[in-house]
């Protein structure tokens, strides 16, 4: 059972920057395909980011493009989501998901239910 913990979320002023982490306890994320999926209060569930598992496809949600970056780390077998020029409305809890193995970051990011293992996961809140 893979347990990922995120981290690096918090209060920011808008402009501003936050580097979200996934990593799994005991575990590395090199073999699996990881997303960041985000959820605000009245909001539908959105798929934010997500890379490969061999880290060739990323995918972002075009509300995101442009200002948020996903990465690997390979030394330390965790994801990042750097997320830069913040608004508002990307307030929201972040989580991370994984699942073993290939898929596209376009069908990690717009199909969840791929997803095996979720993070319980990070406050992001924006302040204008």
């Known amino acids: 059972q893979l347990q990922l913990v995120e981290s690096g979320g918090g209060l920011v002023q808008s402009g501003g920057s936050l580097r979200l982490t996934c990593r799994a306890a005991?575990?590395?994320?090199?073999?699996?395909?990881v997303g960041w999926f985000r959820q605000a209060p009245g909001k539908e569930h959105e798929g934010v980011s997500c890379?490969?598992?061999?880290?060739?496809?990323?995918d972002y949600a075009d509300s995101v493009k442009g200002r948020f970056t996903i990465s690997r780390d390979s030394a330390n077998g965790t994801v990042y989501l750097q997320m830069n020029n913040l608004k508002p409305e990307d307030t929201a809890v972040y989580s991370c998901?994984?699942?073993?193995?290939?898929?596209?970051?376009?069908?990690?990011?717009?199909?969840?239910?791929?997803?095996?293992?979720w993070g319980t996961g990070t406050l992001v809140t924006v302040s204008s």
């Open positions: 005991g575990s590395i994320l090199d073999y699996y395909t």
């Open positions: 998901a994984a699942v073993e193995g290939y898929y596209s970051g376009y069908a990690c990011r717009t199909a969840p239910a791929l997803m095996d293992y």
């Open positions: 890379v490969s598992g061999s880290g060739g496809s990323t």
